[in-house]
């Protein structure tokens, strides 16, 4: 059985759709849930702790002792600003084990047309060119991504 759950971002509403789900999942055999999204609020919001603080779903974040990464997801398209407030979220139910939570701030750089300069004096062999190129991100949130570990359930 699959159970698909809108919520909006309104505390009563939260609240009761997580009753709700918490009373379809812990009816079936298959009570293992993960949430995700950008959800425009940070870890100390209200919004967010209503999920958070439920029965039901933790932050992923929480759940584990490896964390790699920055420590915010948000860069607005530039890779030299830094916030320690993460708007992205995951939140899984207890029955998942987060063995790792990264925050991936990979970049890319711009491609060759776009290339102004060509560092010629340097620290380095001379039978290199380097280029100047421009660092950038794919979006302004950074993904983020969990490695789990599926731990039994009662039914199984």
Do not use: W
């Amino acid at each position: 059985m699959s159970s698909i759950l809108t919520f909006v971002l309104e505390e009563p509403t939260i609240v009761k759709s997580l009753i709700d789900f918490n009373g379809i999942v812990s009816g079936t055999s298959i009570a293992r849930v993960v949430l995700t999204g950008d959800f425009n609020v940070d870890q100390t919001s209200p919004s967010y702790k209503v999920i958070n603080d439920s029965d039901v779903l933790t932050d992923a974040y929480d759940k584990t002792n490896f964390l790699y990464g920055p420590s915010g997801t948000f860069n607005g398209f530039n890779i030299n600003t830094n916030s320690d407030k993460r708007i992205d979220h995951i939140f899984v139910s207890k029955e998942i084990q987060v063995l790792k939570h990264g925050i991936l701030s990979d970049v890319y750089h711009s491609n060759k047309d776009v290339i102004k300069d060509i560092v010629t004096q340097g620290d380095f062999p001379k039978e290199l060119e380097l280029a100047v190129q421009k660092a950038r991100t794919p979006s302004d949130h950074y993904p983020i991504c969990i490695v789990v570990k599926l731990n039994s359930n009662k039914a199984e």
